[in-house]
């Protein structure tokens, strides 16, 4: 006699979809719909055929003959049987509320299990994840969660947005994940929970753990972010290193106030980089001299300083505008502006050079209006399409640099002055090697640091030739800004090669009647302050978070920069601009 099995409504439950399928198939029954409307057809079917009595609890066992049912099997390796042969309970009751949301029974069964050790619940997961969930296949969505399943998520806020942070990283890799099998050992990537723990209990500070990064911090006590350059950017990194590692080392340069360590979401190591935010700039300064070049585990890290981008370049703004006008008309339209800047022409104080700089609150909103300017979606000024691109910041030079400075930067010349009449307001504060004058600005040079400090206090305000001047010390070129601006030359001058041969093949190599101008693309420069001019020396405009043309900080010949004559031009292969100098106008002859 076969052996007899006990079945109930309960125990149907702990079958898996295919076995209800296949128990539904063989009765002739349907088979479509979710696992509770399956697991209530089956129990039915077996109701009218008398293996179950009509009224009985369905928690109440009755006996039934093997043929006449699927052996249970479970495939779920967290529920394994007892010691004593009982099977336990394979789903929680969140196994039937994933059902219920409508997902597929697979991926029920990982998100149940997921519940389980309590990494991800039914309220946490919210209706973003719940979608994207949905819009893959269960077995890509199984995979995803397998891996899910084995990050540390212990200090995971949004849980939800971690995971969709995952899944955003599967698609990216066309579907491959490194998620375990159900038999395998799951492996938690991250850094050693005692080491963590004591390093937490030593600094006192947070760490917060959220999609793509890992946050060491606010330091505790400091009530608002620190300002100026106090923040570094730390890259090369081992992938398997993390902050009980890094905190001690930069520790050493002075207090931090956070560690953002930059996460892959699929494997939980880092990206090979991170940013260390300091309380002062002279820790920040400390970090990049004795930490640059630094061995973690036979591999030399950069360490430099880090700059927020919240500036941008507009050109070919209306000329007529002022910078009450303009700074409305943005605002207006785009999100986190703070400042406009605009320049005034040499020869016509009430008309704009034609372009503006833009500061933003946050790189985010910086970076939103590039996007919506570029792609037309806001049109600051009707009639006019306008360039966009980012301000290209200038490295400001250290103290100990700018303390040997002897050089003065005067700006608001009229263009007639000369330079013999700058060096006649200027000379008698000191021996002067030379004076330079080059449009509407002039740099003074000085023997000593003495007399250069004597001028500016003295002549900063004053009028020359009817024009307000002001005096500043001069920034000396960085090398990374002349390594920029000299790849920019070369680039250009490829482009106007390509375009020269592109003519010759097309036209001939007859004239046109207009003015040749650069090739499309690119920039017609003026690259104030950066020639150097002989043995000028190459000093940059020192206004404070300078700006502008002959090295305001800020210079004409950005990534978006000022063209020499009346158009602009955005730095794309295809985008060319009307305006005088932006091609042959006349056909060849």
Same mark, same amino acid.
């Given at each position: 006699?076969?052996?007899?099995?006990?079945?109930?409504?309960?125990?149907?439950?702990?079958?898996?979809?295919?076995?209800?399928?296949?128990?539904?198939?063989?009765?002739?029954?349907?088979?479509?719909?979710?696992?509770?409307?399956?697991?209530?057809?089956?129990?039915?079917?077996?109701?009218?055929?008398?293996?179950?009595?009509?009224?009985?609890?369905?928690?109440?066992?009755?006996?039934?003959?093997?043929?006449?049912?699927?052996?249970?099997?479970?495939?779920?390796?967290?529920?394994?049987?007892?010691?004593?042969?009982?099977?336990?309970?394979?789903?929680?009751?969140?196994?039937?509320?994933?059902?219920?949301?409508?997902?597929?029974?697979?991926?029920?069964?990982?998100?149940?299990?997921?519940?389980?050790?309590?990494?991800?619940?039914?309220?946490?997961?919210?209706?973003?994840?719940?979608?994207?969930?949905?819009?893959?296949?269960?077995?890509?969505?199984?995979?995803?969660?397998?891996?899910?399943k084995g990050s540390d998520v212990t200090r995971i806020k949004?849980?939800?947005?971690?995971?969709?942070?995952?899944?955003?990283?599967f698609r990216q890799r066309g579907g491959l994940s490194a998620?375990?099998?159900?038999?395998?050992?799951?492996?938690?990537?991250?850094?050693?929970?005692?080491?963590?723990?004591?390093?937490?209990?030593?600094?006192?500070?947070?760490?917060?753990?959220?999609?793509?990064?890992?946050?060491?911090?606010?330091?505790?006590?400091?009530?608002?972010?620190?300002?100026?350059?106090?923040?570094?950017?730390?890259?090369?990194?081992?992938?398997?290193?993390?902050?009980?590692?890094?905190?001690?080392?930069?520790?050493?340069?002075?207090?931090?106030?956070?560690?953002?360590?930059?996460?892959d979401p699929m494997t939980s190591l880092n990206r090979g980089?991170?940013?260390?935010?300091?309380?002062?700039?002279?820790?920040?300064?400390?970090?990049?001299?004795?930490?640059?070049?630094?061995?973690?585990?036979?591999?030399?890290?950069?360490?430099?300083?880090?700059?927020?981008?919240?500036?941008?370049?507009?050109?070919?703004?209306?000329?007529?505008?002022?910078?009450?006008?303009?700074?409305?008309?943005?605002?207006?339209?785009?999100?986190?502006?703070?400042?406009?800047?605009?320049?005034?022409?040499?020869?016509?104080?009430?008309?704009?050079?034609?372009?503006?700089?833009?500061?933003?609150?946050?790189?985010?909103?910086?970076?939103?209006?590039?996007?919506?300017?570029?792609?037309?979606?806001?049109?600051?000024?009707?009639?006019?399409?306008?360039?966009?691109?980012?301000?290209?910041?200038?490295?400001?030079?250290?103290?100990?640099?700018?303390?040997?400075?002897?050089?003065?930067?005067?700006?608001?010349?009229?263009?007639?002055?000369?330079?013999?009449?700058?060096?006649?307001?200027?000379?008698?504060?000191?021996?002067?090697?030379?004076?330079?004058?080059?449009?509407?600005?002039?740099?003074?040079?000085?023997?000593?640091?003495?007399?250069?400090?004597?001028?500016?206090?003295?002549?900063?305000?004053?009028?020359?030739?009817?024009?307000?001047?002001?005096?500043?010390?001069?920034?000396?070129?960085?090398?990374?800004?002349?390594?920029?601006?000299?790849?920019?030359?070369?680039?250009?001058?490829?482009?106007?090669?390509?375009?020269?041969?592109?003519?010759?093949?097309?036209?001939?190599?007859?004239?046109?009647?207009?003015?040749?101008?650069?090739?499309?693309?690119? $920039?017609?420069? +003026? %690259?104030? =302050?950066?020639? #150097?001019? *002989?043995? !000028?020396?190459?000093? &940059?405009? /020192?206004? @404070?978070?300078?700006?502008?043309?002959?090295?305001?900080? $800020?210079?004409? +010949? %950005?990534? =978006?920069?000022? #063209?020499? *004559?009346? !158009?602009?031009?955005? &730095?794309? /292969?295809? @985008?060319?601009?009307?305006?005088?100098?932006?091609?042959?106008?006349?056909?060849?002859?």
């Amino acid at each position: 006699m076969a052996a007899e099995l006990d079945y109930s409504l309960a125990s149907i439950k702990r079958l898996t979809v295919p076995e209800i399928k296949q128990s539904l198939t063989d009765a002739g029954l349907p088979t479509e719909g979710l696992k509770a409307e399956l697991c209530q057809r089956l129990y039915n079917h077996y109701v009218e055929n008398g293996l179950v009595k009509p009224g009985v609890d369905e928690a109440d066992s009755i006996k039934v003959e093997p043929s006449d049912i699927v052996k249970m099997e479970t495939t779920d390796t967290d529920n394994p049987p007892t010691e004593n042969g009982a099977e336990s309970e394979t789903h929680s009751d969140a196994y039937d509320v994933f059902l219920g949301i409508g997902f597929h029974a697979s991926v029920a069964d990982v998100l149940d299990s997921c519940s389980k050790i309590g990494a991800l619940t039914s309220e946490e997961l919210d209706i973003r994840a719940t979608d994207a969930l949905k819009d893959m296949d269960p077995e890509s969505a199984v995979s995803v969660l397998q891996q899910y399943k084995g990050s540390d998520v212990t200090r995971i806020k949004n849980k939800s947005a971690f995971l969709c942070g995952m899944i955003k990283s599967f698609r990216q890799r066309g579907g491959l994940s490194a998620a375990p099998g159900p038999a395998e050992e799951v492996k938690k990537p991250g850094p050693d929970p005692d080491k963590l723990k004591e390093l937490c209990d030593r600094t006192n500070y947070p760490i917060e753990v959220t999609t793509g990064q890992r946050k060491y911090g606010p330091a505790p006590g400091v009530e608002s972010e620190p300002t100026g350059q106090c923040n570094v950017f730390v890259g090369r990194l081992p992938r398997d290193v993390f902050e009980d590692e890094l905190v001690p080392i930069f520790e050493e340069a002075g207090k931090i106030y956070d560690l953002r360590l930059m996460l892959d979401p699929m494997t939980s190591l880092n990206r090979g980089f991170c940013f260390v935010t300091f309380c002062e700039q002279e820790a920040a300064d400390a970090a990049c001299k004795k930490f640059n070049n630094y061995t973690i585990r036979d591999r030399k890290i950069t360490v430099n300083v880090s700059r927020p981008n919240t500036r941008i370049f507009i050109a070919s703004i209306p000329k007529h505008k002022t910078r009450e006008q303009i700074l409305a008309a943005l605002t207006d339209i785009l999100e986190g502006v703070k400042d406009v800047i605009v320049y005034p022409q040499i020869d016509d104080k009430k008309k704009n050079r034609g372009f503006c700089f833009v500061d933003f609150d946050c790189h985010r909103t910086a970076s939103i209006a590039v996007k919506k300017i570029s792609n037309g979606k806001v049109v600051p000024f009707q009639g006019h399409t306008v360039a966009v691109d980012w301000a290209d910041a200038e490295d400001e030079p250290d103290a100990e640099v700018m303390s040997k400075v002897k050089v003065v930067y005067v700006k608001g010349l009229s263009s007639t002055t000369s330079e013999e009449t700058v060096k006649e307001k200027f000379k008698e504060f000191g021996e002067m090697e030379k004076v330079r004058k080059i449009k509407d600005y002039a740099f003074v040079h000085f023997n000593e640091r003495d007399s250069a400090e004597k001028a500016i206090e003295a002549m900063n305000g004053l009028n020359i030739d009817d024009h307000e001047i002001s005096c500043y010390l001069a920034k000396p070129s960085s090398d990374e800004l002349k390594k920029r601006k000299n790849a920019r030359m070369d680039a250009r001058k490829r482009a106007e090669a390509e375009r020269k041969m592109m003519a010759d093949l097309v036209y001939g190599q007859g004239p046109g009647r207009g003015r040749q101008g650069p090739a499309p693309g690119y $920039y017609d420069d +003026y %690259y104030y =302050g950066n020639e #150097g001019y *002989g043995g !000028y020396g190459g000093y &940059q405009d /020192p206004y @404070a978070g300078g700006y502008g043309d002959g090295g305001y900080g $800020y210079n004409y +010949y %950005y990534s =978006g920069g000022y #063209g020499g *004559g009346d !158009y602009y031009q955005q &730095q794309r /292969p295809s @985008a060319t601009m009307r305006g005088r100098g932006a091609g042959s106008r006349g056909r060849p002859r």
